[in-house]
């Protein structure tokens, strides 16, 4: 038996080695990744990195030019989605305005002729499952935002789907709400045991709510990882500030343990790479104020002056031109010592902080 087909086994859901293309567009290149049972897999990327036809692809609303997608170990390419038993949820929820909130969740019910009665019965149950006991005779036009959400969670998941399909479900909700139903969202996905692909651009939502997380740019899969794994060591320039970090830089290795950069030189061990790209996260620097000593053997100091600095509650977001023309980022308390804008100042950025990647910016 073949690795892949090992692999396979393991994972409820499956896609081997999948193309799309839409003219001269890859929308889906190559893409191999598993899904595990009772799990939840979020695509991550931009706009228009192929998120959304990957889900299409694996729903069977759309057909893949070459690769395949099993489930349970069965391929199902050529079965229609209707036959699939997968579950949907987008951002516009798509209710049925004409009918109520139980009319709604029983409709998916009744078309697998699941008895009336029956249906009622396991409506209700999931009414309460979303938090909301008592809706049923609700009007939907009459239901808040988040609350529309819900009965479309509710709908989704009363069927019983082996696989439920999450297309940025939260877009249209404000933060404060998004939040709040995101951390609902996970524990009843947990609890019913549901398995789930959760496509969103935002990696706040992604990192709240995932498994496991496959970063996608321009129809490919740049990295996929758990959360934890992921934000500890994101592979590669775009991963790195797609997840938000700034301070990245291009280096060569001149030794073993050197490596020169435009804005100093650190000795961390680089594998003998000659192009690498430093990712320096911003919880290792700090401002040197001289009143302590710093090892070179454990820290760079770095000189510059400070060119932005941005209240943000518990900390100042802070800018320090280094070499006239390189920005770093960093977190400082807001209680405490505060540059201000033009002061010279000096950073010590701990080594230990200091990330290679072993690809080089373009």
């Known amino acids: 038996m ?20 839409f003219g001269d567009i890859d929308a889906a290149r190559h893409i ?21 036809t990957l889900l299409r692809i694996i729903a069977g609303l759309e057909k893949e030019d070459s690769g395949d997608v099993f489930l349970e170990g069965n391929r199902i390419n050529h079965i229609p989605s209707y036959q699939r038993n997968f579950g949907f949820m987008f951002q516009d929820v798509a209710l049925f305005p004409h009918k109520n909130v139980l009319e709604n969740i029983v409709f998916g019910l009744l078309i697998q002729k699941m008895p009336r009665s029956e249906s009622k019965k396991k409506a209700l149950e999931f009414l309460k499952i979303v938090g909301l006991p008592g809706f ?35 877009g249209s909700l404000d933060r404060g709400l998004r939040e709040r139903l995101l951390a609902d969202l996970k524990t009843i996905l947990k609890t019913t045991g549901t398995t789930s692909i959760f496509v969103t651009h935002d990696q706040v939502e992604a990192f709240a709510i995932a498994d496991r997380i496959a970063v996608m740019r321009e129809g490919k899969i740049e990295q996929i990882d758990t959360p934890e794994n992921l934000f500890a060591r994101p592979d590669g320039k775009f991963v790195a500030e797609f997840l938000g970090f700034k301070n990245i830089v291009q280096g060569r290795g001149i030794e073993k343990n050197l490596i020169e950069t435009e804005i100093g030189r650190f000795r961390i061990k680089n594998n003998g790479f000659e192009a690498v790209s430093l990712l320096i996260r911003p919880e290792g620097i700090q401002i040197f104020d001289g009143t302590r000593q710093i090892s070179q053997d454990t820290h760079v100091l770095l000189k510059g002056k400070v060119k932005t600095s941005l209240f943000q509650g518990s900390h100042f977001l802070m800018t320090v031109l280094v070499n006239n023309h390189f920005l770093l980022s960093l977190n400082i308390p807001a ?8 002061d010279p100042i000096t950073v010590a950025v701990d080594l230990d ?3 290679i990647m072993q690809a080089p910016m373009p």
């Open 2 to 21: 073949r690795n892949w087909e090992l692999i396979i086994e393991m994972n409820l859901l499956e896609i081997k080695n999948t193309n799309k293309k």
């Open 136 to 170: 049923e005779n609700k009007r939907v036009d009459t239901l808040s935002g988040g609350e529309k959400q819900r009965v479309a969670l509710a709908r989704s998941l009363a069927p019983s789907p082996v696989l439920l399909m999450l297309d940025e479900p939260l």
């Open 353 to 355: 902080s200091v990330q």
């Open 32 to 52: 191999s990744f598993g899904c595990k049972k009772g799990s939840i897999l979020c695509l991550l990327g931009p706009s228009g990195c192929g998120k959304t």
């Open 335 to 342: 209680q405490g010592f505060k540059p201000g804008d033009g």
